[in-house]
């Protein structure tokens, strides 16, 4: 069983940066390919991006337009997400997901996932 562990969200205005983290804790880590989801009220879950386990592969979601970027520690079983140029449509709870090895835009694919992290942009 994995354990995630979200924090550093946040309300912050229009233009600045957020960096949110994922603890994982109960699984070994660098074997799991790791994925941010976001989903806002009345929303469908939306993928944010994905990293491979060992970090060489990244994917995003359409709407990033190189705004965000994943990353991982693996030393510290932890992935990141580190946001700029944040809007107030970005405005929703950020989850991260776990699942074997590769990351995927698809969130049914996942096996574990983390309570979330509300970020809220202001204008």
């Known amino acids: 069983q994995v354990l995630l562990v979200e924090s550093g969200g946040g309300l912050v205005q229009a233009g600045n940066s957020l960096r949110l983290s994922c603890a994982a804790s109960?699984?070994?880590?660098?074997?799991?390919?790791m994925g941010w989801f976001r989903q806002a009220p009345g929303k469908e879950r939306e993928f944010v991006g994905a990293i491979s386990w060992s970090g060489g592969s990244t994917d995003y979601g359409d709407f990033v337009k190189g705004r965000f970027t994943i990353s991982r520690d693996n030393a510290k079983n932890t992935v990141y997400l580190q946001m700029n140029s944040l809007k107030p449509e970005d405005t929703a709870v950020y989850y991260c997901?776990?699942?074997?090895?590769?990351?995927?835009?698809?969130?049914?694919?996942?096996?574990?996932w983390g309570q979330g992290t509300q970020v809220t942009v202001s204008s």
């Open positions: 109960g699984g070994t880590f660098r074997r799991y390919g």
């Open positions: 997901a776990a699942r074997s090895y590769s990351g995927s835009n698809r969130s049914g694919e996942y096996n574990y």
